[in-house]
């Protein structure tokens, strides 16, 4: 057996306009854009990364900005809800930032946790959970105070009408049950960022649509010497996974789960600086070598990123 899956790698979403999907994650949240890339499967819309200084594994936030996405609708089969991490004092900090950005935001406590819930600008469902034992991390330089700043994920919340079967998956990929509170189950794993999976069982809750403000998947960290391994736990829970895919920054197996949320099993390697300086991250488009000679064409095709 490989070992256990230490936490979340990135979330990937769907977004519709470009330009107010990049002010909100790196103005008002205050994550550093750290790769501009285009969809390897679409290479007519961006790939924009989110992150701390570097874009450690477990601090990425990704998205596919189509600027004619329709709205989803979230719902079962999808992971319903990202939740960053924040310091235990910072809640007052965000509250008030949330609130300055005119972004309605709720209170409330989950588990024993302060958790701020919100919306982006598509209506995806987020969170910040305040934990005492928040990693120092490595926070963007920006317009967010690194005492306050986002670290990177806490997890993510799963809607599914039934989970058993995803429950399954996740003791394979060495989650364990840590709480229960009516519909929802927690799980975590042995990393210190990104290492909760929620599980919310709705049976009579919709079927998510993907679209605008919707998670396109959810990938978990692995090392390239184990992702082989990794293929075949999934395929001995019933599930079909993709071959290794090199995604550039990282290789990627995908594998939609028994529940319908697409899980992609990441590298930590080599990261995202493998073609840019650290301090250069996210200035420029960077495209893998074998979409180099397309250039001219994709540059074309992409609308323009900067302020109007």
Same mark, same amino acid.
């Given at each position: 057996?490989?070992?256990?899956?230490?936490?979340?790698?990135?979330?990937?979403?769907?977004?519709?306009?470009?330009?107010?999907?990049?002010?909100?994650?790196?103005?008002?949240?205050?994550?550093?854009?750290?790769?501009?890339?285009?969809?390897?499967?679409?290479?007519?819309?961006?790939?924009?990364?989110?992150?701390?200084? &570097?874009?450690?594994?477990?601090?990425?936030?990704?998205?596919?900005?189509?600027?004619?996405?329709?709205?989803?609708? !979230? &719902?079962?089969?999808?992971?319903?809800?990202?939740?960053?991490?924040?310091?235990?004092?910072?809640?007052?900090?965000?509250?008030?930032?949330?609130?300055?950005?005119?972004?309605?935001?709720?209170?409330?406590?989950?588990?024993?946790?302060?958790?701020?819930?919100?919306?982006?600008?598509?209506?995806?469902?987020?969170?910040?959970?305040?934990?005492?034992?928040?990693?120092?991390?490595?926070?963007?330089?920006?317009?967010?105070?690194?005492?306050?700043?986002?670290?990177?994920?806490? &997890?993510?919340?799963?809607?599914?009408?039934?989970?058993?079967?995803?429950?399954?998956?996740?003791?394979?990929?060495?989650?364990?049950?840590?709480?229960?509170?009516?519909?929802?189950?927690?799980?975590?794993?042995?990393?210190?960022?990104?290492?909760?999976?929620?599980?919310?069982?709705?049976?009579?809750?919709?079927?998510?649509?993907? &679209?605008?403000?919707?998670?396109?998947? !959810?990938?978990?960290?692995?090392?390239?010497?184990?992702?082989?391994?990794?293929?075949?736990?999934?395929?001995?829970?019933?599930?079909?996974?993709?071959?290794?895919?090199?995604?550039?920054?990282?290789?990627?197996?995908?594998?939609?789960?028994?529940?319908?949320?697409?899980?992609?099993?990441?590298?930590?390697?080599?990261?995202?600086?493998?073609?840019?300086?650290?301090?250069?991250?996210?200035?420029?488009?960077?495209?893998?070598?074998?979409?180099?000679?397309?250039?001219?064409?994709?540059?074309?095709?992409?609308?323009?990123?900067?302020?109007?």
């Amino acid at each position: 057996m490989p070992a256990a899956i230490p936490g979340i790698h990135h979330v990937t979403a769907i977004g519709s306009d470009p330009r107010r999907n990049l002010e909100f994650y790196t103005e008002t949240l205050g994550l550093r854009l750290v790769k501009r890339s285009v969809n390897q499967d679409d290479v007519s819309v961006y790939h924009l990364f989110y992150g701390d200084h &570097g874009g450690s594994p477990g601090t990425s936030m990704t998205f596919f900005p189509y600027p004619d996405a329709r709205q989803g609708q !979230v &719902g079962t089969g999808q992971a319903s809800a990202v939740t960053f991490l924040i310091p235990e004092d910072a809640v007052e900090f965000w509250t008030d930032r949330l609130a300055d950005a005119g972004v309605d935001a709720e209170e409330h406590e989950r588990f024993g946790d302060t958790v701020i819930s919100f919306e982006d600008p598509d209506g995806l469902p987020l969170e910040l959970v305040a934990r005492s034992d928040a990693p120092a991390g490595d926070p963007p330089e920006g317009s967010v105070p690194d005492e306050h700043a986002i670290r990177g994920f806490f &997890g993510v919340t799963l809607s599914l009408a039934t989970a058993g079967p995803t429950e399954e998956v996740l003791r394979a990929m060495g989650y364990s049950q840590t709480d229960e509170d009516g519909s929802r189950r927690r799980y975590e794993s042995s990393g210190d960022l990104g290492y909760v999976v929620d599980i919310l069982e709705e049976p009579q809750a919709p079927r998510g649509q993907p &679209g605008a403000g919707t998670v396109h998947h !959810v990938a978990f960290q692995t090392t390239a010497d184990e992702q082989s391994e990794w293929r075949d736990v999934l395929s001995g829970q019933g599930l079909r996974p993709t071959e290794i895919i090199d995604r550039k920054w990282f290789e990627s197996v995908y594998v939609r789960e028994h529940g319908g949320v697409l899980f992609e099993f990441a590298t930590e390697e080599p990261g995202y600086t493998v073609d840019e300086d650290l301090e250069e991250l996210g200035e420029r488009l960077v495209l893998p070598e074998w979409l180099e000679d397309r250039r001219g064409e994709i540059e074309a095709g992409l609308p323009d990123l900067s302020a109007e």
